[in-house]
């Protein structure tokens, strides 16, 4: 075993604890200025991206399955539309999306989480920050996004679509754009999203946040009229090299 894969091991033994209750303070000190690094970490490198669009999906298509070729053909045409691309950093979903970017000549970002087996940032990355928490990637992938395209994925894309559509809701961020691409897959989903409304657990309107199709000219459009009636003008910061920016 190589020595980071040894390291990931390592950390991932102090975060598993972590969640096993109270711990001593300077333990819970010790998570807590580990959690800083990485907010600030991620801060610094991602500050001067511009207005960006995240791509969420699964790492584990390949570059011939029709989705990673989907999601490489909406990335680019979100790029022409301005937009940088920020993903997870990782294979799959990820790198096709980050390779549309680069196709496009857009800003290709990746945030890629350290996990005890490897998961290396994809060759298509301008950019991109290496973060040891999940909940820490999250708020990077959303903070820097005018919108959201959630390609077909399991576990954590599902976290990640429903993270942006309670954040919608509740009015944490501005109405921008959903897109599920992929209705056969997601078809399930959406079915269930219509028992919580038929239950009301969610309200009729909820379903004005998304738009579900496999068509890209439809996820364009949704995306360029959200973008234009919710978005806000986006201060313009410029780098101070004596903090190591650029």
């Known amino acids: 075993m190589t020595e980071p894969q040894t390291e990931k091991k390592q950390n991932s033994k102090l975060d598993v604890g972590y969640l096993q209750g109270p711990h001593s303070r300077w333990y819970e000190l010790r998570f807590i200025l580990i959690v800083l690094f990485d907010f600030l970490k991620g801060y610094r490198k991602l500050h001067f991206l511009g207005p960006c669009i995240t791509v969420f999906g699964s790492a584990r298509f390949g570059e011939d399955h029709a989705y990673y070729k989907m999601a490489r053909e909406v990335s680019a045409r979100i790029g022409k539309l301005g937009f940088g691309i920020v993903t997870g950093g990782g294979p799959g979903i990820m790198e096709a999306a980050n390779r549309g970017a680069q196709d496009a000549g857009a800003k290709s970002i990746g945030v890629n989480i350290t996990l005890p087996f490897e998961q290396d940032p994809n060759p298509y990355l301008d950019r991109w920050v290496e973060i040891r928490y999940f909940f820490v990637r999250k708020v990077l992938l959303f903070k820097y996004s005018f919108g959201f395209v959630i390609m ?62 496999d068509d890209v000219e439809e996820a364009m459009a949704f995306i360029e009229s959200k973008v234009s009636a919710f978005a806000t003008r986006q201060r313009r910061f410029r780098p101070i090299w004596w903090l190591g920016e650029k």
């Open 152 to 213: 077909p994925g399991g576990f954590g894309t599902i976290d990640e679509m429903f993270e942006a559509l309670t954040l919608i809701q509740t009015k944490k961020i501005p109405w921008f754009p959903v897109v599920l691409m992929g209705k056969d897959y997601w078809q399930p989903i959406i079915d269930q999203m219509h028992t919580m409304r038929g239950k009301r657990t969610i309200s009729p309107e909820d379903d004005d946040m998304l738009c579900i199709t």
